[in-house]
């Protein structure tokens, strides 16, 4: 498990590169800064990929260290991760950008702060469990 969680660690570290390169498409000169449809389509794709990569990448090093946990996690990822995905492919363009309607960036962070927390406590509940 502990090659398999090293090999996604890498894999979600790509992701959350090229994330993080498409969100600041502007700073590194891959569309102008008067050029707001490259600029936007780069930020749809680059968001979700950024917060959603970061996040995983923080779990999968986590894991890294402490494989055990690997099958307690696994449970919960497989069905976060795909409707977590759908979320952020098709999360509409809200209006104001308050509470009841917040931006998708908001929503990206949210979401991956959410599944960072419950990964972790699922992940020190399976090592708690290991030891007794």
Not at 29 to 36: P, R, V
Not at 80 to 93: C, D, H, K, R
Request: net charge neutral.
């Amino acid at each position: 498990m502990k090659k398999i969680s090293l090999y996604l660690f890498v894999f979600s570290a790509v992701g959350f590169a090229v994330g993080y390169i498409l969100t600041n498409s502007v700073s590194f000169e891959i569309c102008a800064q008067t050029e707001y449809s490259c600029r936007d389509l780069y930020n749809n794709i680059g968001d979700p990929l950024f917060y959603g990569f970061g996040a995983l990448a923080i779990v999968f090093l986590i894991l890294v260290f402490v494989p055990q946990a690997f099958s307690a996690w696994k449970k919960f990822a497989i069905w976060f991760v795909p409707l977590t995905a759908l979320l952020f492919i098709f999360y509409p363009e809200p209006s104001s950008g308050d509470l009841l309607s917040p931006f998708p960036e908001q929503v990206f962070q949210w979401v991956s702060a959410f599944y960072v927390v419950v990964s972790a406590a699922i992940i020190a509940i399976a090592i708690h469990k290991n030891r007794t």
